[in-house]
């Protein structure tokens, strides 16, 4: 050990032997709470810039959201909602939505935020300049402490929304929409948890897309093994292994090879089958993943799917 070190540890002794050892909290601290935790959330999250909207039921909130999103040309809509509270707008990607409406997994009254599920897509949560957030009003609690008590699956990560995006890094002047929405709206909905997923409504871009997406025939997929196929540029790779959740494909030009995983095509394919476009591997990375677009976008193309 050097000796400048050994001075430093040395201090750092001597300045921890005058201290109490530290006391671990035996339960998360909780503040004092009074009143109704729903009238609280509402006020807090208005003070923040949220505009709360409140409902007795279900039907009452799609009643109401058929209207109010009118004003938008497009959404991306939460896996996590249930479809009968889906706007009846085109579908988009949500780099490209006007809308992107989400299920928050609770509500906390004390600091008005919104606890949402990276299970969702993060990319849902901040890219549409607007963010609309449908939340059960038996899940609006006190304190954080008790939303994450009551999470059963908790997701790998979780945010919390606490307002519309806003900054005024520049200048000291107050800008909103600079990193996320611009504008959020959060709906709270009595009786949302027990919400029957119900049957949603055709949008305009998806008339006459199928209903339900057909599963991939993974059988097709390996009997792609063993084949040279051709990117969208001309490229020849080959297909040298398929199991049962990935695909693996070598460069004929590099000898490099890349893995296509079974549910990244299979998202691909769901999304084909909605009716969205994905005319070439840059759409595919946008829409599905960044998992060899090239190869991935190919290996559908030689199924028949686009």
Do not use: C
Request: glycine share 6%; aromatic share 4%; charged share 25%.
């Amino acid at each position: 050990m050097s000796e400048a070190r050994r001075r430093i540890l040395e201090r750092v002794r001597h300045a921890l032997e005058r201290r109490w050892p530290p006391e671990l909290p035996g339960s998360p601290w909780r503040a004092s709470a009074e009143g109704d935790p729903l009238e609280v959330f509402v006020k807090n999250a208005a003070a923040s810039g949220i505009e709360v909207e409140r409902f007795a039921g279900p039907q009452a909130a799609a009643a109401w959201l058929q209207e109010w999103a009118a004003g938008f040309a497009s959404a991306a809509v939460s896996p996590l909602l249930p479809r009968s509270l889906a706007p009846d707008l085109p579908a988009a990607a949500p780099e490209d939505a006007e809308l992107g409406v989400s299920r928050a997994l609770a509500a906390v009254a004390a600091t008005g935020s919104v606890l949402l599920s990276s299970a969702e897509g993060r990319r849902l949560q901040l890219l549409p300049p607007a963010h609309l957030v449908f939340v059960d009003e038996s899940e609006v609690v006190w304190h954080l402490a008790e939303a994450l008590e009551h999470l059963s699956k908790p997701a790998s990560a979780l945010a919390l929304h606490s307002g519309p995006s806003k900054s005024a890094d520049i200048g000291q002047i107050m800008v909103q929409g600079v990193h996320g929405p611009g504008r959020l709206v959060v709906a709270v909905v009595r009786g949302l948890a027990k919400a029957p997923a119900g049957k949603k409504r055709a949008t305009r871009s998806k008339r006459k897309a199928k209903k339900t997406a057909p599963e991939l025939d993974w059988q097709a997929v390996r009997e792609l093994e063993g084949r040279t196929l051709r990117t969208k540029r001309g490229e020849p790779f080959t297909v040298v292994k398929v199991t049962d959740n990935t695909v693996r494909v070598r460069v004929a030009s590099s000898g490099k090879e890349y893995t296509v995983r079974r549910a990244s095509l299979e998202k691909a394919q769901r999304l084909v089958a909605a009716g969205t476009a994905v005319p070439g591997p840059v759409a595919y990375r946008k829409l599905v993943a960044n998992e060899a677009p090239a190869y991935a976008w190919s290996l559908l193309r030689a199924l028949g799917l686009i």
